[in-house]
Nanobody, 126 residues
Framework: QVQLVESGGGLVQAGGSLRLACAAS????????MGWFRQAPGKEREFVAS????????YYGDSVKGRFTISRDNAKNTVYLRLTSLKPEDTAVYYC???????????????????WGQGTQVTVSS
């Protein structure tokens, strides 16, 4: 059974930083895209970032470009999201996702039919 477990969320002041991690088990994702989405209260789920299977391609939502960095460690079957220069509007539950398919590249590899974690809360205070 595939599981994605996020960690690293918490409460941080505006301007601060966090690093989220998503550890996958039950299947190797070294040849699949992985990424992060977020959902704030009362809002739709929003694409944050994704990374292709090799790590050679990374993609970001407009609201986080230049502030967030996605990376992966295929040996650990883990994807990371470094959040810097955090703003109150970054407050949301952050979800990890992993592609069911293989060797996808681009910003649209992930959708609701893929594997998802339970989410980790990030709260940014002003």
């Amino acid at each position: 059974q595939v599981q994605l477990v996020e960690s690293g969320g918490g409460l941080v002041q505006a301007g601060g930083s966090l690093r989220l991690a998503c550890a996958a088990s039950g299947r190797t994702f070294s040849t699949s895209a992985m990424g992060w989405f977020r959902q704030a209260p009362g809002k739709e789920r929003e694409f944050v970032a994704s990374i292709n299977w090799s790590g050679g391609g990374t993609y970001y939502g407009d609201s986080v470009k230049g502030r967030f960095t996605i990376s992966r460690d295929n040996a650990k079957n883990t994807v990371y999201l470094r959040l810097t220069s955090l703003k109150p509007e970054d407050t949301a539950v952050y979800y990890c996702a992993a592609d069911r398919d293989y060797y996808c590249s681009g910003s649209r590899c992930l959708n609701e039919n893929d594997y998802w974690g339970q989410g980790t809360q990030v709260t940014v205070s002003s």
